[in-house]
């Protein structure tokens, strides 16, 4: 890398031909060690696309899910039962959704700069942009959403306090975020639940308790995550949809991704918005 890290963002892509080969193929599929994770084979059916988001929580939670928005190229959204920076959570499986490709998650970290060929066109001012729509159907007397996430990647350390800022995004019912500033890394997303108690980002440039270590990457290819972090929202009984996002801001290069675990619906006297350590 040079000194900003910058000077290698128009060259470096790490098995960009070998990734649209894959994809063209349909090859989606990752191991090492005990567990595997598995792609969405279908690219983007809505019947992958639930089976994947059924890791989280069961039929009876999950009614269907389905891409809004995926890069044409990309391994985007997968199901890992693969034990993996303290995942799953819940179970023996749990989903991961990237900007990139989610199969190369548990690969040796032997690279600073791993990316994939997704050639996701610019979406609300962004490149390889995923927003996975998860249908659900809350209980009878439960006001009280939350699920489990450690976002992972790339960028980190090289592009921290850069318009490099990928970021992490889940919202309730509509799904409104943006960042259309060309070079700005600012991101405008009134109703993410995904931030912490100051009100941080789930982004390369996140800080508090939604800031990015190199320590809590351990075991991925990924060069930084966050801790494991619980997301929560108030909710009324009945259909709702959850959105969940991920994108490459700035450019298509450097991968990101989110481990996402253990939806859950609960009755709760005080179940503030946004994201806090998970202590589970």
């Not at 490149?127 to 790339?154: A, K, M, Q």
């Not at 350390?157 to 019912?173: K, M, S």
């Not at 931030?195 to 789930?202: H, K, P, R, T, Y």
């Amino acid at each position: 890398m040079g000194a900003n890290g910058q000077g290698l963002r128009s060259t470096v892509v790490i098995g960009g031909a070998l990734a649209l080969a894959l994809g063209a193929a349909g090859v989606g599929f990752s191991q090492s060690g005990g567990g595997k994770i598995t792609a969405d084979s279908g690219r983007g059916s809505r019947i992958a696309a639930t089976k994947i988001s059924r890791t989280i929580a069961g039929p009876k939670s999950i009614k269907s899910s389905a891409f809004a928005a995926r890069p044409p190229y990309g391994k985007v959204a997968a199901r890992s039962t693969k034990k993996l920076a303290g995942f799953p959570r819940s179970g023996k499986s749990y989903m991961i959704l990237s900007n990139g490709d989610a199969t190369r998650a548990d690969n040796p970290n032997n690279s600073p700069s791993t990316s994939s060929v997704a050639g996701g066109p610019a979406i609300r001012g962004n490149r390889d942009v995923t927003i996975f729509r998860v249908n659900i159907r809350v209980p009878e007397g439960r006001n009280c959403l939350s699920f489990r996430f450690r976002f992972l990647t790339e960028e980190f350390p090289e592009f921290v306090g850069t318009e490099f800022n990928d970021g992490f995004i889940a919202e309730l019912d509509e799904s409104t975020w943006d960042s259309r500033a060309v070079g700005d890394p600012k991101i405008n997303a009134p109703r993410n639940f995904a931030n912490d108690s100051d009100g941080n980002l789930i982004t390369v440039n996140g800080a508090g308790a939604a800031n990015t270590t190199a320590a809590r990457a351990k075991g991925t290819t990924y060069d930084g995550a966050t801790r494991v972090l619980r997301a929560s929202t108030r909710v009324t009984p009945g259909g709702h949809v959850l959105y969940f996002s991920i994108f490459d801001q700035g450019d298509r290069q450097f991968d990101s991704s989110v481990f996402i675990d253990r939806l859950r619906f609960a009755k709760r006297s005080n179940c503030d918005s946004g994201a806090v350590p998970d202590q589970s």
